[in-house]
Structure formats: C-alpha cells, structure tokens
C-alpha cells in the first residue's frame, strides 16, 4: 500500500513554469512505473509523463516533451513533475499515479490510468493567456 499525496499546482500566466511535487509513503518499493496524468473538464485523463523508477527511465506525450521534466527522488521519496513554457491548454487537475508497470510494461501500457493502482488527490493547475 502506497499514498500519495501532491502539492505545488497555482495559477501562472502563459510561458510560466511550475514545480508538482508528489511525495510518497507507505511501500514506496523502487521497480514501479509512476507517471503523471492530467484531466480538464469534459476530457478524458491523459498521460503527460511516467518514469520507470527502477531504472530511471522517462517518457513524455508529445505535448509535454521539451517543456516538461519528471524526474524523482528516491531519498525524499518524491516524483516531481517540473513545468516550464505553460500554455493555456495546460491547464488542468494534475495527478501522480503509481502502478506495478515497469521496463517493457511501463514503455508499452504506461500511458493507460487502468495500469496504476494508487492516485493522488490532484492538485489544480491554471495557465492564463
């Protein structure tokens, strides 16, 4: 069992950056696939970036790559997710997500929410034009 708790959404005008921050506690086990996952009102959530955490590895949607990084620390038991150049059509409820994903796995299926078993409560992201 694994909670999950994230911090550092607000309102930032366009070009703007933001840090997310998810902490973790509870099993908090490296080899896990952890991602990222944004929802606007009236879609559908979407994978914005995971990162296999046994081995470090990244992956982005296309409309995340070159702006945002994730990254973790193990020590602090904390995923971030560092958001830079925003857009208006970042705006959203961001989650951190954990799942049993991982090498092959996390590649293939880590964008799909019904791969992670653990969420967030989410914290609101708002990028104003």
């Known amino acids: 069992q694994v909670q999950l708790v994230e911090s550092g959404g607000g309102s930032v005008q366009a070009g703007g950056s933001l840090r997310l921050s998810c902490a973790a506690s509870g099993d908090t086990y490296s080899g896990h696939c952890m991602g990222w996952f944004r929802q606007a009102p009236g879609k559908e959530r979407e994978g914005v970036a995971r990162i296999d955490t046994g081995s470090g590895r990244t992956y982005y949607a296309d409309s995340a790559k070159g702006r945002f990084t994730i990254s973790q620390d193990n020590a602090k038991k904390t995923l971030y997710l560092q958001m830079n150049s925003l857009k208006p059509e970042d705006t959203a409820m961001y989650y951190c997500?954990?799942?049993?994903?991982?090498?092959?796995?996390?590649?293939?299926?880590?964008?799909?929410?019904?791969?992670?078993?653990?969420w967030g409560q989410g914290t609101q992201v708002t990028v104003s034009s």
């Open positions: 997500a954990r799942g049993g994903l991982s090498r092959v796995g996390c590649l293939l299926y880590g964008t799909r929410p019904s791969e992670y078993n653990a």
